[in-house]
């Protein structure tokens, strides 16, 4: 049974689609990539995904268990971590985990112990046990926020951008993290721009443009022998701008 | 650049003009309108005692000024300000010329600007001199009271990034809305004072406000006194510079400097003991933790209790201690009004609560809970404290049952307002270093002010029942009844407010993260259907809102509150219009005042009911529309 399925979601803001039937499946262990030029409505699909924004059409289900008939049962079984929502902002990093995973059922002392080990994982702790997380920098709220979505031990992941602003000794921390996540068999699905970072971790990837799902697949079959970067830039149907116009920045 | 930026102004105010706001600007212009067509006609009444007239003219310009500045803290910052241009390279001068140019493209700024003609009406009535110094004060005035509006605004901004500060600015504005609120007493004054005019003292302080500056130079053209014409009028043009000047200054980026609160060591992080033992626990204990470090919040803990202080104090001046026993009663009404976006402070992370499988409940518990907390022992104790010092226990049971009533129905309602009538604002931190940047709260305080004294009725008049048939013990009943009433409440309405997150949350998380409602068509069709408050159309809202004010006005200041007066036998008539009518009529002026009130009310919930069964007529024609296609 697949990990994660989405069938057909569709989501309109007045006359803007922005989100045209999609359809994602990722395959139980594996470590999915979606891509997409800005604006091609992977946040958006996101969010629909994992139960936060209502989608006019469309289901998706975690393991067989649909996200919005059994809203309880599905949240369970994803960690999630959407792009540039807010926190309970005047907790400290400690302070924020202990309490959910309390919240999540698990008993203080466990709460504690895997607290402790994210902020020491995420670099979190130390000179920033006390600052607020209303003041973490920008790469900080990241890393945070990836802890929470860990924090429950969930079967499913569901990162957006979790890459973005993070620093490069994190970054390469949160990578072993997460293969050692799907080795163990879970399952994850990030969005991501970085199209050399896909290629290194991801196994499936899909590619959605202007809300529709273009391709789908396992990584070599969708690159067919070119890099990503070149099929992505085929598929999106789009030429790469920057060589015309703006004669007056470079004179 | 001042072209570009009133473009830009009204671009912003295209945009956000949704049907709820219209309405309210429409309300708000509507009674501003009233207002300043009162003010000119002020200025052609002619009065026995010669320095009456400059003497209102000059406390009615003053209250402008008041309402400017402390206006801002309810309605947050304006839509273009400083910030939005700092990586701009445009001269700061040049800036403050834009956004002062773009503030004079506002509905307030017409309205006020047509109460400050009536300067040119008292000029009209002396000589034609006085008219040509009036149009340049009337001006001048104007320009001075959006300059101060902006400065003050900077000013407390600035403050109000510590807990310190937001106590400070938080008195300031309660002050600031007691006077403003509480002006009638002035009126009143004025009344015992037609014919011995104002105290030389008083009247010499309001001729020294800069507002009354260009009163000043307007009268000695009329005398044509050349130097008390030029002199005040010039004054004004150097503060109106030297406030230009302010505000150019205080434009530029803000110091980072920002009292940074801590957060608990690792070993006190865990929620421990009873925090731990339930999913109530640790919600309250994170709900607790912001109220202590939130300086917004500590804004919210002082402005309601500051204001009922000041509010109580101020009738002191015609010696009447009979407000002291409801300083608690007060404080719990308008800390309920000023806390009732709980959710919408707490911006976008709302996500996190929806993803926790099934926590609503104990989230709004812990919210209710904690805001309880807040404002229960100390409302409690100033109701003590104020009854100790009014020195007799007649109006004990009263303020204690309303006290007890409005707590439990304000924990109750504000968590129910807090998901029905949430207004969104930016995320906490993007606003930490500008904490006033926040959404329009005014509609909805009003609301909240208007739903808790309904909570606290009953009780009052079980008290009432039982003063007019001299019973003590059913007297005594209120009490118990305003805590049944507030245990309802809190219960009924937490369970609602629940409710609703766990069925529209993703409705809400979308509106805090777009800021504005979305059409009813992004609710997918298993959606309960919107309320109609959501949907009604501006004439509606319009209506609605606008007999609410005429109600609340009615009902409770000029309707219950002289009655109790008249009951407790007191011979004071603080500014109660009932009051001052000769004795026969008293008694018809307050039933007609609580007549109008109820009928007001009914005029409401009529125009609501109406839209409602419109917005359900609406939903199943657009099912039935839905399910054709599928069908066919
Ligand atoms: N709340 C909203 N209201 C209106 N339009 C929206 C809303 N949220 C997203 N959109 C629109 O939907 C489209 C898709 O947005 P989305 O955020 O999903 O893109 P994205 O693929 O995540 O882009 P990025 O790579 O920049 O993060 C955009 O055109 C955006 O303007
Ligand atoms: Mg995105």
Redesign the interface.
Known sequence: MAAFRLVGLHKRFGEHTAVDHADLTVAAGSFYGLVGPNGAGKTTVLSMAVGLQWPDEGRASVHGVDVWKEPLRARRLMGVLPDGLAMPERLTGRELLTSLGQLHGLDAAEAARRAGELLAVMELDGSAERTLVVDYSTGMRKKIGLATALLHGPKLLVLDEPFEAVDPVSAATIKQILKRFVAGGGSVLISSHVMALVEQLCDTVGVMAKGRVVAEGPLDEVRGGRSLEETFVDLVGVEIGGSEGLSWLVS | MVGVLIRMKLAVLRNTATGGKMAWVALGGTAGLCLAIANIVLAFFDFAHPRMLMDLLAVTFALWALGWMAGPAFAGEPPLNGQHFHRQPIPRGTLALGLLASAMVAVTTAVTLLAFTSLIVLAARLNLGAVVVAVPATILLLLLVVLLSRVVMLLFGALARSRFGGVVTATVTAAMIALASFSWIVFIGIYLLLDHGFPPGLSMLLRSLPSSWGLLSVEAAGRGDRWWTVGPLAALAVLDVVLFLVWRRLLGPRRPARA???????QR????GWA?RS?LG??Y??EM??WW??PLRTQNIVLPAAFSVITALLPLMVDFTGFFPFVGVATALMGAATCANLYGQ????L??T??????EKADVRARQLAWLTVFGPMTLLMTAAGSALHGDLFLLPWALAANLAALGGGAGLLIWISVMDLVPGP???KS?NSPLDHGDVTGQSFLMLLLTAVAVLPALGVALAGHLLDRSPLLWASVPVGLLVGAACHVWFGDLAARRLREKG??L??LM?SGKR??VA???PT?PAPSAFETMGVKSRFLMWGSMAVGVLALFPQGLVPLGVKLSGSTDRVWFLALYMPDPWQWPVIAGMILIGLASFGGMTAVYLAASRKTKENAASRKAKKEKPSTA
């Open positions: 940074v609160v801590r957060g608990s060591s690792a992080a865990a929620p421990r731990a999913d640790v919600l204990l994170k933790r912001t470090r939130d707490d911006g976008t992370a996500w996190m929806l993803m926790l499988p099934g926590k995320d906490p931190h930490k993703p409705g998380l979308q993260r979305q059409a992004d609710a997918p959606a």
